[in-house]
């Protein structure tokens, strides 16, 4: 489990700071809408410090590195193809997010947005893997 955690806090990081870059450089708004939680109700009415938001990234990131660790534990399966597998639907929140989101974030019908959406998504699902099998921790 603890191998499942760390992968998923890494692979969070490299996410969030490669959409980041991404940004910044092209000026699409994918890290902002990788950070958008103004639709959810309750929390979504509070305007979030960037550091908090990123924090709210990082734990569903946490959830998605558990489950591969609980996963890997009981299946002989590679961690590559179950994190690609655990990633994928990740992909497909691009629309219901860029829909949902109040802030100003790329339309449904941006595929240069959603293009560097699944470009970061598959970086996230191959560093999720490898942060997972160099681990030094134990399986």
Do not use: C
């Not at 990788?34 to 979030?48: E, T």
């Not at 994928?88 to 941006?110: A, G």
Request: overall charge positive.
């Amino acid at each position: 489990m603890k191998r499942g955690l760390i992968a998923g806090a890494w692979s969070g990081i490299v996410l969030g700071l490669f959409f980041k870059l991404l940004e910044t450089v092209t000026g699409i708004k994918v890290y902002t809408l990788l950070l958008n939680v103004d639709f959810i109700p309750y929390i979504g009415s509070i305007r979030w410090p960037e550091w908090t938001e990123f924090l709210f990234h990082l734990f569903v990131s946490l959830a998605i590195g558990a489950v591969l660790g609980f996963l890997l534990q009981r299946f002989r399966i590679s961690a590559y193809v179950l994190a690609a597998l655990l990633t994928f639907p990740t992909i497909f929140l691009y629309f219901p997010l860029s829909i949902l989101s109040i802030r100003d974030v790329p339309v449904p019908t941006d595929m240069a947005a959603f293009s560097l959406w699944v470009l970061g998504h598959a970086l996230y699902a191959v560093a999720l893997a490898y942060a997972y099998e160099k681990s030094p921790y134990p399986r």
